[in-house]
């Protein structure tokens, strides 16, 4: 089981905002926070976000750089990808591959995919078909 998961970040307010709003939305509550970092819960697991130091600012992420390359988080239902996408335009967040959206993984993979402040790519996924899980079960 995952434990937690520590991200630094290149402003930390409106790392806040994004993620505040997001995480909530996600059944998360908020777990710590100190003047240069904040965290998240849910169960056992938690993401920490921390204010990177002004020297290491020079080098912007990049998703396909060596490192992480995005965090995906399961929706409850296709209606909820639905739902979060709406919130997440209303918000002006940008959507990934919005020209395949919401197959942009595949033909059974029901999926909305966004950048947060850092461009730090984000995924929402619903559970799977049951098409696909019958097909993934043969296939075992």
Not at 20 to 48: A, C, N
Not at 78 to 87: A, F, G, P, Y
Not at 91 to 100: H, Q, S, T
């Amino acid at each position: 089981m995952l434990h937690h998961v520590e991200i630094n970040v290149s402003n930390l307010p409106k790392t806040i905002e994004f993620w505040g709003w997001l995480l909530t939305e996600l059944g998360y509550e908020e777990y710590q926070k100190w003047d240069r970092g904040i965290s998240w819960k849910h169960q056992e697991t938690y993401l920490v976000f921390v204010q990177a130091e002004e020297r290491f600012l020079d080098s912007p992420y990049h998703r396909s750089r060596v490192g992480l390359n995005h965090l995906a988080f399961h929706a409850k239902s296709r209606e909820h990808v639905d739902e979060m996408t709406e919130k997440l335009k209303e918000r002006g967040v940008n959507i990934l591959y919005f020209d395949k959206h919401p197959y942009a993984g595949g033909s059974d993979y029901y999926a909305v995919f966004f950048e947060d402040p850092d461009r730090i790519k984000v995924e929402l996924v619903a559970p799977c078909s049951p098409k696909f899980v019958l097909v993934f079960n043969s296939v075992i």
